[in-house]
């Protein structure tokens, strides 16, 4: 083995958590080396994580092109276009997905390369003492790294349901296994109606198959406000998703045919069987041959890596941030802030994240997008709330892009006046999240708002209008009477 090469600082894992942060801390004037063990189908090392390989990236990739297929077969005929049969190719569409996910990891090694980061595609070990055991991917070069900062960014796996539904590969699969049928199933079946679950079983459904989404909870969607979530069960519902609510998935078996799948549902047993399973109940904390414990790395009971506000762990000088900690919620752009704030404190600046602020999407249509807290989160949480919703119907531009379903909710705080939270479902709500993060980031006040000017035509008239009916004065939408809670 070779000497130990000094670094300022390594990250393990080249995720959007691990990659902004090695590349904002040689903005900064560090030395910075980033390992990361990431693998795609094909072989091909690839750096970006689960977010570009295997998730954000290539479920947009597929939403959109699903999305388009699906318009241009139900919408086209409403806006007087006849574009005959509507055929689907869908090689063609996967081969689509996997360049746009190449070309952003590739974006990642020329942001390196430009940033002067060391990027290496490979296996990474806490050794303790500052050091790092490096391993390349076949296995062939072995290394020892040292640094004064040392940042896990390894990022989480899918959950298995390893005694009711284990993952085959053929017939049960993940989320991965998901992004990459090679044939529309004709009956799919997803456990789990979370994020995952309704932003893939859109792809699919969209595509010809027939699903149904088991879900235990018997609430859709807890964590979106009540009324959000009501329209787009609605809707989804309408647009042919089966969503089970209180179905509770207890036994899968896979025949030659498929997979028989049995499930609870208000105390009496079912079965249905599918084609493909998909099992899509959340993520875990992945920190596995990480050397956590020889290097003394406390995990909590979940598997998370223990950090204070400074994601600072237990042992002085390694750090960890993005999915593998608790803080927040798992999503891509909580991971970059991360990295980047992380970098900024180890060079001395004060950042800080502000975790009120952290938008949610889930990339349906009509799209979900929040920002704070839910109606009835922020009522248990001891405020004294008022709301005020306006629909997409009363939308010129929504009306004009036949796109009229949805509402933006806004949640404020009846003695402060302060937004809380803003919870929407329709049309790019996505990029009106945006809207609401800067207000909130700031610390607006509902009459902060109800006081900018927004452009006509466009779906952003919305999010003023929803403003203007928390104090019942909405010029374009009916005000409904409504007591505080
Ligand atoms: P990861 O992206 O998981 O990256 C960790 C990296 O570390 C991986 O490359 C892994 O191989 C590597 N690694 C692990 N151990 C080691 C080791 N010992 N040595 C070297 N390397 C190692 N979030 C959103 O915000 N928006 C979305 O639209 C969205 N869509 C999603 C869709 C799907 C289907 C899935 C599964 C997830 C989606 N997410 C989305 C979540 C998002 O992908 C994650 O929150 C994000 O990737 C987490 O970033 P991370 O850097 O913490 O971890
Ligand atoms: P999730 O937590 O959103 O949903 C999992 C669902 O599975 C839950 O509703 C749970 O009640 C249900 N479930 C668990 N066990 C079950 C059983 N035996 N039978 C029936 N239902 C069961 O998790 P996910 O959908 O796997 O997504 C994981 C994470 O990935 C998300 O929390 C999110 O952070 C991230 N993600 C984000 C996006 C996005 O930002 N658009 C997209 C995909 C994934």
């Not at 078996?253 to 009496?268: M, P």
């Not at 994601?311 to 990295?339: C, F, Q, R, S, W």
């Not at 008022?386 to 009229?404: V, Y």
């Amino acid at each position: 083995m070779s000497e130990i090469q000094q670094f300022d600082l390594i990250v393990i894992g080249g995720g959007p958590a691990g990659y902004p942060c090695a590349i904002r801390a040689a903005q900064l004037g560090m030395q910075a080396l980033c390992i990361d063990a990431w693998v795609n189908r094909d072989g091909s090392p690839s750096f970006g994580g689960t977010c570009l390989n295997a998730g954000c990236i290539p479920s947009k990739a597929l939403l959109e092109s699903s999305e388009l297929y699906h318009r241009a077969q139900h919408e086209f005929e409403v806006h007087g276009i006849s574009a005959g049969k509507i055929g689907l190719d869908l090689a063609k569409m996967q081969a689509r997905k996997q360049a746009v996910s190449k070309a952003n990891s590739g974006g990642v090694k020329l942001l390196f390369s430009a940033n002067k980061v060391t990027g290496l595609h490979g296996h990474g070990r806490l050794l303790g003492d500052g050091k790092i055991g490096y391993k390349s991917l076949d296995g062939k070069d072995e290394k020892i790294f040292a640094a004064k900062h040392i940042v896990i960014a390894t990022g989480s796996a899918p959950v298995e349901l390893k005694k009711i539904a284990p993952f085959d590969g053929q017939h049960i699969v993940d989320s991965w296994g998901a992004l990459d049928f090679t044939a529309v199933p004709e009956r799919l079946g997803v456990i789990g109606a979370g994020v995952i679950g309704v932003e893939l079983g859109s792809v699919w459904s969209r595509l010809g198959a027939d699903t149904v989404l088991l879900e235990a909870l018997t609430e859709f969607l807890p964590m979106v406000d009540r009324q959000v979530t009501k329209e787009a069960l609605r809707q989804f519902t309408k647009q042919g998703l089966d969503i089970r609510l209180g179905a509770k998935v207890v036994a899968a078996r896979t025949g030659k045919k498929g997979v028989e799948v049995e499930y609870e549902q208000g105390g009496s047993k079912q079965s249905e069987s599918f084609d493909k399973l998909i099992v899509a109940v959340g993520r875990r904390p992945y920190t596995d041959a990480l050397g956590c414990e020889a290097a003394g790395v406390a995990l909590d009971p979940r598997g998370f890596v223990k950090v204070d506000s400074d994601y600072l762990t237990n042992v002085p000088g390694i750090y960890a941030i993005g999915d593998v900690v608790a803080t927040g919620p798992m999503l891509a752009h909580k991971g970059i802030e991360e990295g980047v704030v992380l970098a900024e404190r180890l060079a001395g600046e004060k950042s800080k994240v502000d975790y009120r602020a952290v938008p949610s999407v889930i990339y349906t249509s009509p799209e979900i997008a929040w920002v704070g807290l839910s109606e009835e989160q922020a009522v248990a949480a001891g405020h004294e709330v008022k709301t005020g919703s306006s629909p997409f119907a009363a939308n010129g531009r929504a009306r004009a892009m036949e796109a009229t379903a949805g509402l933006i909710k806004f949640i404020s705080d009846a003695k402060t006046d302060r937004v809380l939270g803003v919870h929407m479902i329709g049309p790019y709500v996505s990029e009106l999240a945006a809207e609401a993060v800067l207000a909130m980031g700031y610390g607006a006040t509902t009459a902060d708002i109800q006081l900018t000017m927004h452009a006509h035509p466009t779906l952003s008239e919305t999010f003023h209008e929803a403003s203007l009916a928390v104090d019942g004065h909405a010029i374009h939408s009916v005000n409904k009477k409504k007591k505080p809670a």
